[in-house]
């Protein structure tokens, strides 16, 4: 039974890893690359728990603004947006747009791959292990796909729009932290007014907001594989305009 509850666990993982792999149609990254990158997400893990402690010491508090957005939107988001920025960043391989969304993708579902292990294998009953791993895979897992495909996004716009890179560096760091928070807050709302029977209006908050967060990352796969086809198209013509003057 262990063996299903790590099936659980890993398998929407699995799912989206291959999914976002495939979405990179023109040059395939090295795998080397992106076992390193899902390896960055899980030394991600202790990093945020440092992370943890440095803030509660710094400022503290028990609200569940306060665990949504600083126990877990600020120091699991700024985590793995240190990690890219040391390792991947200056990398020879990041080398398109979509390399951005790619390589944070398999850092968040890293991530996400060792957390929900934790969640599943914490719980003490088999029927909870089952609804924790079963909720995880269908909002959790996914929510930190969107937020890795939103902080890659704008990673990718800083990385080759260097005009404005200051600019898209904060939105890389901002935008993933603000989602990561607002997503916890309203699961934890959730939970909170389940307990006093209006579970209906949470319910229907998170899945407003789970929606909202599936448009911002179509919108962003959008614009980066236009973005990336654009220049595609540039440097081939680059190309074929001086091998037109060589001649």
């Not at 990179?24 to 795998?31: F, G, N, R, S, T």
């Not at 996400?112 to 292990?129: D, K, T």
């Not at 404005?164 to 990561?180: G, V, W």
Request: contains cysteine; charged residues 15%.
């Amino acid at each position: 039974m262990d063996i299903f509850i790590l099936a659980l666990a890993i398998l929407p993982v699995i799912v989206l890893l291959i999914y976002i792999y495939k979405q990179d149609k023109y040059e395939k990254e090295p795998v080397r690359m992106l076992a390193l990158a899902f390896l960055l997400g899980i030394l991600s893990i202790p990093l945020t728990l440092f992370l943890d402690g440095v803030i509660d010491v710094m400022i503290g508090g028990t609200s569940v603004f306060y665990v949504a957005f600083f126990q877990a939107g600020i120091p699991e988001e700024f985590a793995k947006w240190v990690l890219f920025m040391l390792v991947i960043w200056r990398n020879k391989n990041f080398d398109e747009f979509f390399d951005g969304i790619v390589y944070m993708s398999f850092i968040g579902l890293g991530f996400a791959c060792v957390e929900n292990i934790m969640y599943v294998f914490g719980e003490q009953e088999l029927l909870s292990s089952l609804r924790v791993g079963v909720m995880r895979a269908v909002l959790s897992v996914p929510a930190h796909f969107l937020f890795a495909v939103i902080m890659g996004y704008f990673l990718a716009m800083a990385k080759f729009v260097r005009a404005n890179r200051t600019k898209y560096l904060c939105f890389s760091l901002l935008f993933p932290i603000l989602a990561h928070g607002l997503f916890d807050y309203l699961l934890m709302l959730s939970s909170f007014v389940s307990e006093i029977g209006f579970d209906f209006v949470g319910f229907i908050l998170l899945v407003g907001f789970v929606l909202l967060d599936i448009k911002m990352w179509k919108v962003c796969l959008k614009n980066i594989k236009r973005m990336q086809e654009n220049t595609r198209v540039e440097r081939n013509n680059k190309i074929f305009w001086n091998i037109f003057k060589s001649k």
